[in-house]
């Protein structure tokens, strides 16, 4: 189901756009602080495949208050798999725990969908872990809800 009653966040102060490979330091200080992993390797890949050449397509977006960089979201719109029309996936979005609960994360929802909307995308995925009660209160807040599709997963490799 589309996400149709998104909230406007009241923040006049917060601007939204598209990543700068000078944004990268500070994005990777942000996830580590969530995850308790620096992994600057990985944010450049992602910086790569997300932040430059999108063609409308992908989304690697940054809030800043002032120039402090406090938020990401990414997404990117993927079509025919798993036997869908093309969708829009949110795959990662982090605040700054300093500025949670102000409307940030709404706001960034906000730009990436209405990025998607530019291409003609009509719903709105993201996936989340079962147990993270945070992310899920957000998503529902933002009208998201359960979907048809089910995630299935399988242990593989040695030991298996
Ligand atoms: C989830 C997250 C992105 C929300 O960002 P945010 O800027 O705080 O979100 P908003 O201020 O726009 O909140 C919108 C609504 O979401 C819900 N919400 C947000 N944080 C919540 C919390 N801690 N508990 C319950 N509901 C919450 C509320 O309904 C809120 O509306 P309200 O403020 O009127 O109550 C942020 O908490 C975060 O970065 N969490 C850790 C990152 C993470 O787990 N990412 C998932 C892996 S990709």
Request: aromatic content about 8%.
């Amino acid at each position: 189901m589309p996400a149709r009653s998104m909230r406007q966040a009241p923040d006049e102060k917060l601007q939204v756009r598209a990543v700068r490979r000078g944004d990268l330091p500070e994005v990777i200080a942000l996830d580590a602080t969530v995850t308790g992993l620096h992994k600057a390797d990985y944010w450049q890949r992602v910086y790569r495949r997300y932040g430059v050449a999108g063609q409308g397509l992908r989304h690697f977006l940054v809030a800043l208050i002032g120039k402090r960089v406090v938020g990401f979201i990414i997404g990117e719109v993927r079509d025919w798999e798993f036997g869908s029309p093309p969708c829009g996936w949110v795959f990662a979005i982090d605040v700054d725990p300093r500025v949670r609960q102000a409307g940030v994360g709404t706001r960034l929802l906000a730009a990436v969908r209405e990025r998607f909307e530019r291409v003609g995308v009509s719903l709105l995925r993201t996936m989340l872990a079962s147990d993270n009660q945070q992310i899920l209160s957000f998503f529902r807040s933002q009208g998201m809800r359960a979907g048809r599709l089910i995630p299935l997963e399988l242990a593989i490799g040695p030991g298996q």
